[in-house]
Nanobody
Framework: QVQLVESGGGLVQAGGSLRLSCAAS????????LGWFRQAPGQEREFVAA????????KHADSVKGRFTISRDNAKNTVYLQMNSLSPEDAAVYYC??????????????????WGRGTQVTVSS
């Protein structure tokens, strides 16, 4: 059974940094595109970043570009999201998601088949 488990969330002051991790099991990790999404209260689930099966291609939402960096370690079956210069607008539950690798990176949540339960990120001003 596929399982994605996020960790690393917590409370951070504005301007600070966090690194989220997502550990995967039950799938051939290198065969999947991995993505990060976030959802704040009362808001729709929002694309944050995605990374190809090889780790050589990445995509970041305009709202986080230059501040967040997605990466993966296939040997550890883990994908990361390094978040720098955090602001209160970044506060949300962050979800890890996976889909079978394709020719293009996908930014639509509905096209990701597997999801973690999320980790809370709170940013104080």
């Amino acid at each position: 059974q596929v399982q994605l488990v996020e960790s690393g969330g917590g409370l951070v002051q504005a301007g600070g940094s966090l690194r989220l991790s997502c550990a995967a099991s039950g799938l051939t990790f290198s065969s999947y595109t991995l993505g990060w999404f976030r959802q704040a209260p009362g808001q729709e689930r929002e694309f944050v970043a995605a990374i190809s099966w090889s780790g050589t291609i990445t995509k970041h939402a305009d709202s986080v570009k230059g501040r967040f960096t997605i990466s993966r370690d296939n040997a550890k079956n883990t994908v990361y999201l390094q978040m720098n210069s955090l602001s209160p607008e970044d506060a949300a539950v962050y979800y890890c998601a996976a889909r079978y690798r394709g020719l293009e990176l996908v930014v639509t949540a509905e096209e990701y088949a597997y999801w973690g339960r999320g980790t809370q990120v709170t940013v104080s001003s």
